[in-house]
């Protein structure tokens, strides 16, 4: 018997119950003159209801069971996202773009997005761990979480969580002051290779997250030896741009996302972007375009805590399903200039065992883990 079926069959019951001991209440202060006469009237007096009960029965009244979407067509409730870093963040960015979409395409109603930063998204990730078999729990993550797990020697990994859905890819840019001498990456490149230890780079990401990543495999590529990198690891893009603009560093790299209004307004420079194709609204050539053969993306999903319901599973995999099916997400997707990249449930379960293996051969390879 289905979920719904029992609840019309409760409700039903809850109403004949109510319907017929308000009757019988009624029945006991008629006054009879005759054993005849009150059987006839308890007769009429209870045939609708049993008729009734009947009724609402087979037309199959349902209830509201609150916090399931699936087939119902029910908008999910009691929903929270968790962002492993601060407000503000490209992670942050994405939850509540997310959050939003779900709300507006009443997919979901009164989704809480909260903030628990700390050591590169494992404290975060620690968090949703913890939270062993609470189905009404995300935890918007991404590649920095992959990497940062290995360099924290992070307890908990993301082999431990439940993926529910990748969601967007963004591409890393190389990004210098407008002031910079390099007005092409060919010329940023000239002088890295010649002093490596003099053309600081910096990242607004811990070691082991995107921003790191991408310059080491810059460097590798180029042929500049990756433990020669002088990597400078910022809070975040606002405390990057900030040490970018004050000439702290030759270049940078993060999500284009993160120097928009610096780009429009003529304050950074961006040489190359990452991507296999060119960034919307950013006037430069991809790293292919330049000459070097190395494409590298940033990405973005969704993991839910370890030891969740099938049905549970079912439903936040439905639920983003839904959403990146939504008018509203494809208008959020187009304006914030993600990419999207999606990939459902065991898709992306793949995919993240896939990244796991291939971040950590990087990292083994810089010498920053040995796992």
């Known amino acids: 018997m289905s979920v719904t079926s029992t609840n019309t ?3 039903a019951a809850i109403i004949v119950t109510w319907l017929t001991g308000y009757r019988v209440m009624t029945l006991r202060n008629i006054p009879t003159k005759g054993l005849g006469m009150r059987k006839s009237i308890v007769a009429k007096v209870l045939a609708p209801v049993l008729v009734l009960g009947l009724g609402l029965t087979g037309c199959g009244i349902s209830g509201q069971s609150g916090g399931t979407s699936g087939d119902s067509g029910q908008a999910v409730t009691g929903l929270r996202v968790m962002v492993p870093n601060t407000p503000g963040s490209g992670y942050d960015l994405t939850a509540r773009t997310a959050a939003k979409s779900m709300e507006d ?6 989704i809480e997005v909260f903030n628990v930063p700390g050591a590169g998204g494992t404290v975060g990730l620690q968090r949703v761990v913890n939270e062993q078999g609470n189905g009404k729990l995300l935890m918007q993550m991404g590649l920095g979480v992959v990497g940062a797990a290995f360099t ?17 890819e963004e591409p890393e840019a190389v990004v210098v002051p407008a002031a910079s001498p390099y007005q092409t990456l060919d010329q940023l490149v000239t002088a890295w290779k010649a002093d490596p230890r003099a053309v600081a780079v910096g990242g607004g990401s811990s070691p082991g997250g995107p921003d790191h990543l991408a310059p080491h495999l810059l460097a590798k590529t180029v042929g500049v030896d990756p433990k ?3 990597f400078v690891s910022y809070d975040g893009g606002g405390e990057l741009l900030t040490a970018l603009l004050g000439g702290q560093i030759g270049f940078g790299m993060s999500g284009a996302g993160e120097f928009a209004d610096q780009i429009q307004a003529g304050q950074v420079r961006v040489l190359a972007v990452t991507g296999a194709e060119r960034s919307p609204g950013v006037e430069a050539p991809t790293l292919r375009e330049a000459g070097v053969e190395l494409e590298f993306t940033n990405w973005r999903g969704l993991v839910a805590p370890p030891g969740i319901t099938d049905a549970d599973k079912q439903t936040l995999v439905k639920l983003v399903d ?6 509203e997400w494809k208008e959020a997707v187009k304006k914030n200039n993600f990419t999207d990249a999606y990939l459902p449930g065991d898709q992306f379960g793949t995919f993240l065992q896939q990244e796991n293996e291939r971040v950590a051969g990087v990292l083994r390879e810089l010498g920053l883990t040995t796992a």
């Open 228 to 230: 020669q990198v002088n």
């Open 322 to 327: 839904d959403m990146h099916n939504s008018p």
């Open 9 to 11: 069959i409760t409700s």
């Open 152 to 168: 924290n020697n992070s307890a908990a990994t993301l082999k431990d969580t439940t993926p529910i859905a990748k969601l967007i």
């Open 105 to 110: 395409a009443k997919l979901a109603r009164n």
